[in-house]
């Protein structure tokens, strides 16, 4: 099979390669997914530089996330597997093989059905971005008639939870940092989008909701972001953070302030999620996707030949929206 690969790390385009690999066999409870689409995280170009572990493996192939068909299925999985279109995620974590390939074998509980109207496109959007979403969003309880900030609204995690958020009956208001990610949080569903770098953003946010304030902030920089996060939190509010750009970042929590207020801090890693908030995400996501309001925002699609490129461009925050790569074409 095609795929790419690396087995040693360090920049994109010095360390990616394209070549034929064997392709993998689905194993015991697993499926053999023949991957169309496969996309790239901020956690894939952390693992491919080394800003999370060293090598675990002596070769990698890497992305967590993809959507394709099944075309095989391991020992104890029903064969009425065989030809499901399906999203994949983790596919990855704890292996060397992900879904930067032709095939991918992953456990069969990490290839959830697409709906019909679903595209590919759509389904190698989900993984990383909407389950941490969903995390941020649904880990204190139902969002009906509750009020929702989220940082990074244009990113892809950002997005995911504008969306979810909206589909949950919460009241969203989400902010940015350039005028061009405006109207694609705008397409997103936000109520209210606020450029952090105009203004007066807690002003604005204590107006849009009363003086209340929110009652969860989804922040994409919790290190940057704190002290405007506790002027906007609402009494019994919780902030959680999802993303770090530096290994030794420290968060000084204000201790008597969050007190008065009862707020909490919640710090969110997708991949040791707890299984229950898992299988929690996988239902609503998919509710979500059926309901037909998950539509995220795909910045760039490219061939599997550059990949590299991809890379860069989720690196330096490049592309306005999800980066793809086309391994088949759908």
């Not at 292996?95 to 697409?114: C, D, K, Q």
């Not at 890693?269 to 239902?283: C, L, R, W």
Request: charged share 20%; proline share 5%.
């Amino acid at each position: 099979m095609r795929a790419i690969y690396y087995d040693r790390q360090g920049p994109a385009h010095d360390v990616l390669a394209v070549g034929d690999l064997p392709a993998p066999v689905a194993g015991t409870g697993e499926v053999l997914v023949r991957v169309y689409r496969s996309g790239i995280n901020p956690s894939d170009v952390k693992n491919r530089t080394g800003f999370v572990s060293k090598m675990p493996f002596d070769r990698i192939i890497p992305h967590q996330d993809g959507a394709g068909v099944i075309e095989s299925v391991g020992a104890g999985v029903s064969p009425d597997r065989l030809g499901q279109r399906v999203w994949v995620y983790e596919a990855q974590y704890g292996r060397a093989g992900g879904t930067a390939a032709e095939y991918v074998a992953v456990p069969s509980a990490n290839a959830i059905a697409l709906p019909d109207a679903t595209s590919f496109d759509v389904g190698a959007s989900l993984g990383v971005p909407a389950m941490t979403a969903h995390r941020c969003l649904f880990a204190d309880g139902d969002l009906r008639g509750r009020r929702v900030m989220v940082h990074g609204g244009a990113g892809a995690v950002g997005s995911a939870a504008v969306q979810l958020a909206k589909w949950g009956g919460a009241w969203v208001v989400a902010t940015v940092r350039r005028p061009e990610q405006m109207e694609v949080v705008r397409r997103a569903g936000a109520d209210l989008v606020l450029n952090l770098r105009q203004g007066d953003v807690a002003v604005d946010v204590k107006a849009g909701t009363d003086g209340a304030g929110v009652d969860h902030i989804v922040d994409v920089d919790v290190v940057a972001n704190g002290e405007l996060d506790l002027a906007c939190l609402a009494n019994g509010g919780a902030i959680s953070a999802y993303s770090v750009g530096d290994r030794d970042a420290t968060v000084p929590v204000p201790v008597l302030p969050f007190m008065l207020v009862n707020g909490a801090v919640r710090f969110v890693y997708v991949y040791t999620m707890p299984t229950s908030a898992k299988q929690a995400a996988v239902k609503d996501i998919t509710s979500c996707l059926t309901a037909g309001a998950y539509r995220p925002e795909i910045g760039l699609i490219l061939p599997l030949d550059r990949t590299a490129d991809g890379h860069d461009a989720v690196e330096r925050g490049a592309a306005q929206g999800k980066v793809l790569i086309a391994v088949m074409d759908a």
